[in-house]
């Protein structure tokens, strides 16, 4: 394999990357939910800096970019998304776009170099109208009554009203075109500190965990807070926290190594502090790379629910409203990259699992994915703290760009 190291252009990556980084600027960190001025205009920054990686593209009708190259030989498709969570970092995302925009440049002009790296940056892989709506809309998953359910989650906007104001009405949605693609390299952040902790550069990812969200519900009896006796009372809220509480008791015999749940959001009903609340909601999610942990632990929240039922002074229901299948990373997209990092990261890997979702779930669907992770300084993801040291940022551009080499090798 020939050194490829000096072709990486160090200084370009960083550049582009906080180029995206002064697009809907947040403090050290970047504002731009999916399809707002600051994200369209990274999506259009993108399809500018196309032609230079010898690639066409433009955004397409679901908020996706794809550059596409006429190119003969083996394709490989790299990529990730361009927009941000609300007041979060500036790598998230962007990153992977960048490492794949880079690997375009520095592979398709080679003329030693049979094949071409495409490009792809997914709409609302943060979800703010929806889960992986960019990546599934491109692997055939989502129709055009998924598009019109779909509603902006801070404002209640309709995804065809977002659509219709940023000109995007009426154009086509891009498809994957089986057998077109060798498979979809991603690279990410790392968003935790294992890396970091152990002194690696290269987190090697072996599969994504699944997601599974619940909306558990209680029901009591609202009264007035100042006249209700606490023997007599039905507190719904008071249920609920209890509930919680259990849960943290009693999930880790049940569940996996790398197991979390976490209780996003809770909603009293009416909410009033006079007022006993005679309802109360909260919002559970699971996330683990194993369905039959899952399983344990959704009949475990049944259980839960039933013995509370059992006692008579609440009702609780358990909802399940979003199931996550978990994704396995190929393994030969593991092993070019473990080689890469070897050569450019000196050997400092890792394979590990990713415990957050990631457009390479999607992808994997219909073709072999990969991905890899560099250090996040502290673990800080989703925040507007969120860093990388430049340095490791460089590594992974290198280890990333001669991964695609191998694969397109292959």
Known sequence: MADISSRVDSDR???????????????????????????????AWLVQQLPEAGLAGEIDGIGNVLGTSTKSGPKL???????????????????????????????????????????????DEEGHFGHFLGSRSYAGGVTEADIDAARDRNNGRSMRDALRDAGLAGRVRVRCEQGRHIGYLEAHIEQGETLESSGLKIGIVTSIVGIWQYRITFTGEQNH??????????????????????????????????????????TLDPGAPSIIPGAAEMLFQIRDDDPAVIARLEELLHSMAAEVNAQGRCAVAVERIRTGTPARMDGSFQQAIEAASAAFADGKSLRMPSGAGHDAQILSTVMPAGMLFVPSIGGISHHWTENTADADIVTGAEVFVDACRRLLAQ
């Open 13 to 43: 990556v960083l550049a582009d990357l906080n180029a995206l980084r002064a697009i809907g600027a947040y403090k050290t960190g970047v504002h731009k939910p999916t399809f707002s001025e600051p994200h369209l205009r990274s999506l």
């Open 77 to 123: 498709l790299a990529g990730s998304h361009l927009e941000s969570q609300n007041h979060a970092g500036w790598l998230d995302g962007p990153l992977g776009v960048v490492y794949a925009l880079e690997a375009a440049r520095v592979i398709n002009p080679d003329p030693n170099i049979e094949g071409v790296v495409e490009v792809a940056a997914w709409c």
């Open 225 to 266: 807070a100042g006249t209700t006796r606490m023997a007599i009372r039905r507190d719904a809220g008071l249920a609920l926290a209890r509930f919680c509480v259990d849960v943290d008791n009693r999930f880790p015999a049940a569940c996996g190594p790398r197991t979390v749940w976490t209780t996003g959001r809770i």
